[in-house]
């Protein structure tokens, strides 16, 4: 299986602040790299595709880049709503593995 | 809009099988796939399987084969996750989300159903 590990595991920050998370798969998985939004007591939310693709209705503070083994999400001016946890899924090969999650909490 | 709506909460004893539904709504329900994904109290995502509506052919993750069964009933865009066997890990909320041919992502969600497992 491959195994997708995200950095950090929690992070603290400000609304207007710039975020990364990184997300790292244990071999290639070309651009088969997806990630979601989920907020306590919710179902997960897609918000990008194939690494870069927003997901429709997404806002564009979120972005998506990488390829290979070496994936970020940048959310680029946090707003309140933001404040969740977020992981990112192979789709490259089965089992679709999951990150095990970056929480993000308002400092 | 595209709703994936899920059965109710189930409590079940070691050893039980649960059946999970998943009701899909607004869009043509054999043109994608259905993903099973469960996630244990405080825990993360755990992808289980996929089915494809068109054909009912599945595929799942080593850990549930043997005991996990994914169907659908196109007449009413419904699909189903049984596992059996079930044992207190197994407790968890289970989702069920609308799967792309292309790039394999899932979306839109079902809203989750919590599965307890307790003797």
């Known amino acids: 299986d491959i195994q997708m590990t995200q950095s950090p595991s929690s992070l603290s920050a400000s609304v207007g602040d710039r975020v990364t998370i990184t997300c790292r798969a244990s071999q290639r998985i070309n651009n088969y790299l997806n990630w979601y939004q989920q907020k306590p007591g919710k179902a997960p939310k897609l918000l990008i595709y194939a690494a870069s693709s927003l997901q429709s209705g997404v806002p564009s503070r979120f972005t998506g880049s990488g390829s290979g083994t070496d994936f970020t999400l940048t959310i680029s001016s946090l707003q309140p709503e933001d404040f969740a946890t977020y992981f990112c899924q192979q789709s490259y090969s089965i089992p679709n593995t999951f990150g095990q999650g970056t929480k993000l909490e308002i400092k | 809009q595209v709703q994936l709506v899920q059965s109710g909460a189930e409590v079940k004893k070691p050893g039980a099988s649960v059946k999970v539904s998943c009701k899909a709504s607004?869009?043509?329900?054999?043109?994608?796939?259905i993903t099973w994904v469960r996630q244990a109290p405080g825990q993360g995502l755990e992808w289980m399987g996929w089915?494809?509506?068109?054909?009912?052919?599945?595929n799942s993750a080593q850990k549930f084969q043997g005991r996990l069964t994914m169907t659908t009933d196109t007449s009413t865009s419904t699909a189903y996750m049984e596992l059996r066997s079930l044992t207190s890990d197994d407790t968890a909320v289970y989702y069920c989300?609308?799967?792309?041919?292309?790039?394999?992502?899932?979306?839109?969600w079902g809203q989750g159903t919590l599965v307890t497992v307790s003797s």
């Open positions: 089915i494809d509506a068109y054909n009912g052919n599945t």
């Open positions: 989300a609308r799967r792309f041919s292309v790039y394999r992502n899932v979306d839109p």
């Open positions: 607004d869009y043509t329900f054999t043109s994608y796939g």
